[in-house]
């Protein structure tokens, strides 16, 4: 059953933190895009990091450049997606993502998707 899995959500302050975390299981991801999206209440899914399958190298929506930082972890199976100086604009529900090739920010491709883990930012 191949599964991804997020955690590390939560209620945040304006100007906070948050880490989140996504955990394969189920199949080798080491040659995988991993992708982080989000959807906000009303709003259409956006895409706002992936990190690509063949260079490793990281991209990000400009909403979020400077602010978020994507990474992975072949031997743990795991994807971090690292959250500062985070805005109310920030809530959403987030989703990390998993694909064979190399899909940039849209969804379309990617194969495996988690549940979701809601990020709230407020005062």
């Known amino acids: 059953q191949f599964q991804l899995v997020e955690s590390g959500g939560g209620l945040v302050q304006p100007g906070g933190s948050l880490k989140l975390s996504c955990k394969a299981s189920?199949?080798?991801?080491?040659?995988?895009?991993i992708a982080w999206f989000r959807r906000a209440p009303g709003k259409e899914r956006e895409g706002v990091s992936c990190?690509?399958?063949?260079?490793?190298?990281?991209y990000y929506a400009d909403s979020v450049k400077g602010r978020f930082t994507t990474s992975k972890d072949n031997a743990k199976r795991m994807a971090y997606l690292e959250m500062t100086n985070l805005k109310p604009e920030d809530t959403a529900v987030y989703y990390c993502?998993?694909?064979?090739?190399?899909?940039?920010?849209?969804?379309?491709?990617?194969?495996?998707w988690g549940q979701g883990t809601q990020v709230t930012v407020s005062s």
């Open positions: 990190i690509s399958s063949r260079s490793g190298t990281s």
């Open positions: 993502a998993a694909g064979p090739l190399d899909y940039g920010l849209g969804p379309a491709g990617y194969t495996y």
């Open positions: 189920g199949w080798s991801w080491d040659y995988y895009a």
